[in-house]
Antibody, heavy 118, light 110 residues
């Protein structure tokens, strides 16, 4: 069965950095686009980035462009999100998700909480 | 990349039907057949219940259905059950090759 497990969240000061990881299993990871989606406390979902199956296609939401970098390691079935210059408004639960062709997020991880606070 | 517009809350009694709307623009909902709906119970990860406007993933109840007209997509839940009480989120592909979500709708089963 498809499993996505995020890790790397925690408390970080404004301006700091954090690297999230997502370990995938139960499907051929290298066949799928992957997305990061976040949810601030008590708020709706916000798509922030996706990466193509080979890693050459990448897009970001304007809110994170220039600060966040998505990447993947198909040999290790892993997805990453490098987050730099973090702001208080980046505080959220970060989910990784699998994207079938032409779709967004058919399977989700349980999420990892990132808190940006001094 | 403005968020799609959903009502903040809707409610209905068991057995009734409800509709949740999701309004965008010609650059997202109106321009592509790639609208999805997600159900999210408190403290849980979202679950895909509708994709490509009106398709249901395997295992999702046929009480859930989706449609689209112009710039507005809709999720209909028929035969409301207590377990349907949750937050519902819509999403759409956009002309910027990105995805956008709505603000989410809280469904209360009275």
């Amino acid at each position: 069965q498809v499993q996505l497990v995020e890790s790397g969240g925690g408390l970080v000061k404004p301006g700091g950095s954090l690297r999230l990881s997502c370990a995938a299993s139960g499907f051929t990871f290298s066949d799928y686009f992957m997305s990061w989606i976040r949810q601030a406390p008590g708020k709706g979902l916000e798509w922030i980035s996706y990466i193509g199956s080979s890693g050459t296609t990448i897009h970001y939401a304007d809110s994170v462009k220039g600060r966040f970098t998505i990447s993947r390691d198909n040999a290790k079935n892993s997805l990453f999100l490098q987050m730099n210059r973090l702001r208080a408004e980046d505080t959220a639960v970060y989910f990784c998700a699998r994207d079938p062709p032409g779709q967004l997020a058919d399977y989700w991880g349980l999420g990892t909480l990132v808190t940006v606070s001094s | 990349q403005s968020a799609l517009t959903q009502p903040a809350s809707v409610s209905g009694s068991p057995g009734q039907s409800i509709i949740i709307s999701c309004t965008g623009t010609s650059n997202d909902v109106g321009g592509y057949p790639y609208v999805s709906w997600y159900q999210q119970h408190p403290g849980k990860a979202p679950k895909l219940i509708i994709y490509d406007v009106s398709k249901r993933p395997s295992g999702v109840s046929n009480r859930f259905s989706g449609s689209k007209s112009a710039y507005t997509a809709s999720l209909t839940i028929s035969g409301l059950q207590a377990e349907d009480e949750a937050d519902y989120h819509c999403s759409s592909y956009t002309s910027s090759n990105t995805w956008v979500f709505g603000g989410g709708t809280k469904l209360t089963v009275l």
